[in-house]
């Protein structure tokens, strides 16, 4: 496995595998890497002949009150985890590399930005499709991996990809939780234990909103309303949203049909966690 954090000597390797006719499959991370980065990289690995694993704190996408400083960074960690999921590249470059002085040039995805996490975080989508816009650029992946759990991520980037036509191909992986049905998240070490104890409730919410749509309930509201509930009677936890909405567009809507996308964004004290099922309803 080799650690690069040069943009010509990545380039190099890549243009001497894919002249080879080696195909490249792409995990971009900000590290801090849990079972559900391995589960991208097992996929990955699966499906190509070069894994590619980026590890990069990318700072335009935090805003000035979040968690950039403080955002977990164990680089040790994740090479051996890399290792042991057999990734070929580490790049992990510096953000002097990734933004130089004068940097001006942004990727800017409007509409879907806007809605769900995009309201709490103005500015985060922005940063989230520039930094991976310029890794695809750099990289040129065969297929881009990326997981369920953040879902408004995915639908923006696949989005970006299409209209930037980009020739990657994107691949989303399920959502690996905890057994107790907390989806795997860096931000889960920030928790302290009641947190813990009290997180488990977004799984719970989500299961019961299914459980609601398979007992036919088809209004939005309706569906929010229990999960919100269920959230505000049984913890200290703050709702951010919770939200039926169209998967594909991310629109919200009034009657659940088609592909449905249940989201929803909880602050366990300071520690802001997001989940998501999507359903399909005929
Ligand atoms: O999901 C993440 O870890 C980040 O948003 C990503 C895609 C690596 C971009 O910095």
Redesign the pocket.
């Known amino acids: 496995m080799k650690i690069i954090n040069q943009i010509f000597s990545l380039r190099k390797i890549l243009n001497i595998a894919r002249a080879r006719g080696k195909t490249v499959g792409f995990v971009?991370?900000?590290g801090a890497l849990h079972r559900g980065h391995a589960a991208l990289l097992r996929r990955c690995r699966r499906e190509n002949d070069l894994t590619v694993l980026s590890i990069?704190v990318?700072p335009l996408?935090f805003g000035p009150h979040e968690d950039f400083r403080r955002y977990p960074r164990d680089l040790k960690h994740d090479v051996l985890l890399a290792k042991k999921e057999n990734v070929d590249i580490i790049f992990h470059p510096s953000a002097e590399l990734l933004y130089p002085k004068r940097y001006l040039t942004y990727i800017d995805v409007r509409e879907i930005t806007e809605r769900l996490c995009g309201k709490t975080r103005p500015g985060h989508f922005r940063g989230?499709a520039t930094?991976?816009g310029k890794l695809l650029h750099i990289i040129n992946p065969d297929v881009l991996y990326l997981g369920q759990k953040?879902a408004q991520?995915c639908a923006v980037l696949d989005q970006m990809i299409r209209d930037l036509n980009f020739a990657t191909k994107v691949r989303i992986v399920p959502t690996v939780r905890e057994s107790d049905g907390l989806a795997l998240s860096s931000r889960n070490a920030y928790l302290n234990a009641q947190e813990r104890q009290e997180a488990s409730i977004l799984y719970q919410a989500l299961k019961l909103a299914k459980s609601h749509v398979a007992h036919g309930q088809r209004q939005a509201k309706n569906v929010e309303a229990v999960m919100r509930d269920l959230i505000q009677n049984n913890t200290r936890a703050k709702i951010d949203y919770v939200a039926c909405v169209n998967a594909d567009t991310l629109q919200p809507i009034a009657t659940l049909k088609g592909r449905t996308l249940i989201a929803l964004a909880v602050f366990f004290g300071k520690t802001r966690l997001i989940d998501n099922i999507i359903i399909r309803i005929n």
Do not use: E, G, R, Y
Request: hydrophobic letters at 45%; charged letters at 10%; a negative charge.
């Open positions: 971009p991370t900000m990069f990318n996408q989230v930094v991976v953040d991520q």
